[in-house]
């Protein structure tokens, strides 16, 4: 593993960021951090500093709010995202979508693969392209690998919601937008969601808008 003197740039910029109190600033679509792939973990932040960034990452999130947040998206090139969430919906949400609580984990170096060959669609939305949200086919369920924040193995199967989120954050690690796997054709504003589109399954959508579900 390399020492954080080995990669000061990164440590200097993750200090920068951390100077100021409060959420740090998300970056929006167009910038070109969201766009590059990021460097794997390796040290770069010592323990303290990579602790620090980490709690800011996580009141960033919740500040948004979010269910997830990658580093690139508040300007920092390292392949680290947080996700938390708290899942509170109706029951039929939660039933439609496999939406349940999940505690705060720190994704250290992540990568997925698809369990299977079941694919669902859902509304997705995202802090880095405010104000929208359209329809991503993914996995039904993923085998996650990494590291969390302590350097300990993550091999952990993730389904429903929680499958969603993973794979969201850890496109964002490998400079991918959800938009990149949407269905461009299903694109709504906020107030379409709210006015439109809130039911559990996106299928009256699919209908209205003209898009075919997998």
């Known amino acids: 593993m390399a020492t954080p003197s080995h990669r000061t740039p990164l440590a200097e910029l993750v200090e920068e960021l951390l100077a100021t109190d409060g959420p740090l600033p998300i970056v929006a679509a167009g910038e070109p951090v969201l766009r590059r792939p990021t460097e794997r973990y390796d040290g770069q932040l010592d323990a303290g500093l990579l602790s620090r960034f980490v709690e800011a990452l996580r009141v960033t999130m919740h500040a948004a709010p979010g269910v997830g947040l990658a580093a690139p998206q508040v300007g ?47 509304f997705e939305g995202c802090l880095s392209v405010p104000g929208w949200q359209a329809v991503v086919a993914r996995p039904a369920q993923v085998r996650l690998t990494g590291e969390d924040e302590k ?31 949407a269905e461009l054709r299903s694109l ?27």
């Open 76 to 122: 920092v090139p390292l392949r680290i995202a947080v996700i938390e969430d708290p899942a509170p919906v109706p029951e039929e949400v939660r039933v439609a979508r496999g939406r349940v609580p999940q505690p705060f984990r720190v994704l250290v170096n992540p990568s997925y693969e698809p369990v299977g060959t079941e694919r669902v669609a859902f």
């Open 151 to 181: 350097g300990r193995t993550v091999d952990e199967v993730f389904g429903g919601w929680p499958a969603r989120i993973v794979q969201h954050e850890t496109d964002h690690l490998d400079g991918m937008l959800y938009l990149d796997r």
């Open 188 to 214: 709504s504003s906020n107030q379409a969601m709210a006015e439109r589109w809130t039911q559990p399954t996106p299928e009256q959508a699919a209908a209205s808008l003209g898009f075919e579900l997998p």
